[in-house]
């Protein structure tokens, strides 16, 4: 059969619109669904089922282009502001009831939050990439921040389910110049120093376990008497 014309409206938010008709089989030995392609004021998605024709399980696919946060506004509180853009996409394999894989390759551009009476927080480009090779899911996280960065190298390496899978891995966090923080407070004067640090991850997906240590190196900062 065909998915031949479709429309996803979210409360309060712009549809999404299928953009032509996607090729779909539902059948007690398979399932698929062809590349199901929305757009709308939010940018671009496309949806994708298979079915593992020599063992049993699912894959499901997602891949975006240029979705914009801004569209969401809808979501936040009055007065909040969200703007930038995300681009990638990833899989998640289901079989026998659990989670057997997953993959992801995300990009970020340009997010910015904006609070009351507050300085925006900037999001530069960043990236989240993971990948499953021989049963270990793998994931790399680069998050660049106008004030820092935090960088994360993780594992979890197979185990009966997915909320047993044993984790290991790096955190690393690093904020150069602490001056940042006399906008968002204002009674401080003459900040400085830095943080640093790295954290070791270990226990289970379902009880992470984090040690290791987070260091201030030269703080001060002055109290402006009122």
């Known amino acids: 059969g065909e998915l031949s014309s479709g429309k996803l409206a979210p409360n309060g938010l712009s549809p999404w619109t299928l953009e032509k008709g996607a090729g779909l089989l539902l059948g007690a030995q398979r399932l698929s669904l062809e590349p199901a392609c929305f757009s709308g004021g939010a940018g671009r998605a496309c949806l994708q089922l298979e079915q593992n024709v020599v063992k049993q399980g699912l894959r499901l696919s997602l891949d975006i282009q240029h979705l914009i946060l801004a569209a969401f506004k809808p979501l936040l509180p009055q007065k909040y502001e969200l703007d930038g853009e995300i681009n990638g996409g990833g899989s998640l394999d289901y079989s026998n009831g659990d989670i057997a894989a997953i993959s992801a390759d995300l990009h970020t551009a340009g997010i910015q939050f904006r609070a009351p009476n507050a300085p925006p927080v900037q999001i530069q480009a960043s990236s989240l990439k993971a990948d499953d090779t021989g049963g270990t899911l793998h994931g790399v996280l680069d998050l660049r921040l106008a004030q820092g960065t935090v ?39 003459s900040v400085g120093g830095s943080v640093s640090g790295q954290l070791a991850l270990g226990g289970t997906v379902a009880l992470p376990r984090v040690q290791g240590q987070i260091a201030l190196h030269d703080g001060h900062a002055k109290v402006a008497l009122a």
């Open 151 to 189: 960088n994360a190298d993780v594992s979890a390496a197979p185990a009966g389910d997915f909320q047993a899978r044993p984790l290991g891995g790096q955190i690393q966090v690093q904020v150069p110049d602490l001056g940042f923080v006399q906008s968002f407070v204002p009674q401080l004067q």
